[in-house]
């Protein structure tokens, strides 16, 4: 038999060690992981040059734009930055223009989406006006749905814990999971409020409201609604200790809830926020050294169960507003993910496992993208292959997002993602894209379950 492809001189991450190895793929899926010697004859032969594979890896929080916000991102550049990244896989966030909160515009956007994207999409939806219309949005394809507490995006009353409930159930009928934005928006309003009349415009107020109380009070209402709903609940951008600390009580209850966190919430804090000013600016926002500290614990206790990147691309003129109310929050995060966080793997803070589990493995199982997340014969040719030890600086003018500013830049990091691999197609060496757009693939819920 020859087979499609054969990866030689690599090493990969298999069963929680690093092994010398080959890679045979055939028609998108790995067909055979062993020895040189042990490979079947292939149309195509690519040198790894001793570097390391990894599962291809997973994000499950990123905001691609696109439609209406195109000027910001869209699915062609994001799914460059994604690929460039390390990236085989991303999910892609509901507050677009138009909103993605139908079977209608779900259905335009993965239109939209089909002839541009570089990698494997799968799509969230905000809840519906409708409750009816949960169903069909399920059926037209959405992996899960996101519920956005800080601000009315989608077609639920925040206000109404009887509503939420409501569309909580019919989500844990239908098998699907919610993620959630975990801020009180009668709390946080409350305080923008008091503090605009003031003429509090500057970063300090902007974290005094949205402080860790308005993470926590949001955390402790949804998941009073898991226990009475028994919905798949994951939260998004988890950046305190107590609200960590709550998410782990209902773990430990057996409730079905889990958790991500950031690199800029675990490589930034506060003072950073007060010196780099508004690039800095995301929502939740970036916390004191001692949340800093209860995250990587959380990390190293196995309580945060993914890390991802939150990519929320805008226009640089957005990020530059004189009062931080007008400040549009969120950081560009696709190609910063893996080399910030492998730098700490070189730094013995995290090791390759911990990357392979928390953008992989658990991303995978959690949300049951099948094929996806392991290296193992019959799974995916998803692959990401990295260069453990190449140091470089990180310079945002080389993104190929569109969002080309970055809280880090200039800051030296050490590992690099240097070949991305989807369906056993290279798509990215050394930062060039090699592949057409349209080549990455739809994750539908039908292929999800």
Request: aromatic share 4%.
């Amino acid at each position: 038999m020859i087979v499609d492809s054969v990866l030689w001189n690599a090493k990969a991450y298999l069963k929680q060690s690093i092994v010398d190895c080959s890679i045979a793929v055939n028609e998108g899926k790995i067909f055979k992981i062993g020895k040189e010697a042990n490979m079947p004859k292939a149309d195509r032969r690519i040198d790894l040059k001793n570097n390391v594979v990894l599962p291809g890896l997973i994000d499950v929080h990123v905001h691609l734009r696109d439609q209406g916000k195109s000027y910001k991102e869209d699915f062609l550049t994001g799914t460059s930055g994604a690929a460039a990244g390390g990236f085989s896989t991303v999910i892609d966030m509901p507050n677009n223009e138009p909103v993605t909160m139908s079977a209608a515009t779900l259905r335009n956007r993965i239109a939209v989406s089909e002839r541009k994207i570089l990698v494997n999409v799968g799509f969230r939806s905000e809840f519906p006006r409708d409750p009816s219309e949960i169903e069909k949005i399920v059926n037209e394809g959405a992996i899960g749905f996101k519920l956005f507490m800080a601000e009315q995006v989608g077609g639920l009353d925040l206000s109404r814990d009887e509503a939420l409930l409501k569309a909580f159930k019919t989500v844990a009928q239908l098998g699907v999971s919610v993620a959630v934005h975990a801020e009180d928006l009668g709390m946080l309003k409350k305080a923008e409020e008091k503090l605009k009349k003031g003429e509090h415009n500057d970063v300090a107020a902007f974290l005094k409201a949205h402080s860790p109380d308005v993470e926590l009070r949001a955390v402790r209402r949804v998941l009073g609604l898991v226990k009475d709903s028994l919905v798949q609940l994951h939260f998004c951008h988890v950046t305190t200790r107590e609200a960590l600390e709550e998410i782990v009580e209902g773990k430990k209850l057996g409730m079905r809830v889990s958790c991500e966190t950031t690199p800029h919430n675990l490589l930034l804090s506060i003072s950073d926020l007060k010196r780099i000013g508004a690039l800095c600016v995301t929502m939740p926002p970036v916390r004191s050294e001692e949340h800093v500290e209860a995250l990587w614990n959380g990390v190293r206790q196995g309580w945060i169960d993914m890390l991802v990147s939150d990519h929320a691309p805008h226009a640089l003129r957005e990020k530059e507003a004189e009062s931080i109310w007008d400040v549009k929050v969120g950081i560009p995060g696709l190609e910063t993910t893996l080399p910030l966080l492998l730098t700490q793997v070189n730094q013995r803070r995290l090791s390759i496992g911990d990357i392979v589990r928390l953008m992989a493995e658990k991303p995978s199982e959690i949300f049951e993208l099948v094929g996806k997340g392991h290296l193992k014969e019959g799974k995916d040719a998803d692959l990401t292959v990295i260069d453990i030890h190449e140091k470089h600086r990180i310079e945002p003018s080389k993104f190929l997002s569109k969002a080309k500013y970055s809280p880090f830049e200039g800051s030296e990091v050490e590992g690099k993602p240097i070949k991305t691999f989807v369906g056993g197609q290279l798509i990215m060496e050394s930062g060039e894209i090699l592949a057409k757009p349209g080549i990455g693939k739809i994750i539908r819920r039908e292929n999800a379950i």
